[in-house]
């Protein structure tokens, strides 16, 4: 673990409760997947290439649903994530469904992924605003 990702970890544990965990799990799936380009191709290879575009873009948000969480991170990861911060994966499949766009979304104000896609942690931040 880097020191960004231990520094990250020390915020977000002072968060706590519910949404110290969702903000962990994010932070969890961008570092397991190549941050936000990774995340944005796992979807593009998995037929949702429409919804996360639209997360990027400056227009609404396409939803995605729990089940196609699910296709895309595969079972057996959502519970992986699920067993190591004591919830169900119904919950963590649910709650990447709903904050993922806006994540994305927050990370590309311009419509644009950036070179440099910025700070996660900034972004969650801001969404717990």
């Known amino acids: 673990m ?3 990702d231990s520094l990250a970890g020390a915020v977000l ?3 706590g ?3 110290g965990k969702m903000a962990q799990i994010a932070m969890d ?3 397991q997947n190549g941050g936000l380009p990774g995340i944005l191709e796992k979807f593009n290879q998995n037929g949702l ?3 996360a575009a639209s997360w990027v873009s ?3 948000n396409l939803p995605i649903s729990a089940d196609q969480i699910l296709s895309v991170l595969g079972n057996s990861k959502v519970a992986e994530i699920a067993a190591k911060f004591g ?3 119904e919950l963590v ?3 990447i469904a709903e904050y993922l766009p806006k994540m994305v979304d927050k990370m590309t104000p311009d419509g644009v992924v950036p070179a440099n896609p910025g700070n996660v942690l900034a972004a969650l931040m801001e969404m717990m605003k």
């Open 49 to 51: 290439a429409a919804q």
């Open 93 to 95: 499949a649910n709650n």
């Open 87 to 89: 919830i169900s994966p």
């Open 2 to 4: 880097g020191l960004f």
């Open 13 to 15: 544990s002072k968060v």
């Open 58 to 60: 400056t227009d609404a």
């Open 17 to 19: 409760g519910e949404q």
């Open 29 to 31: 799936l961008f570092n």
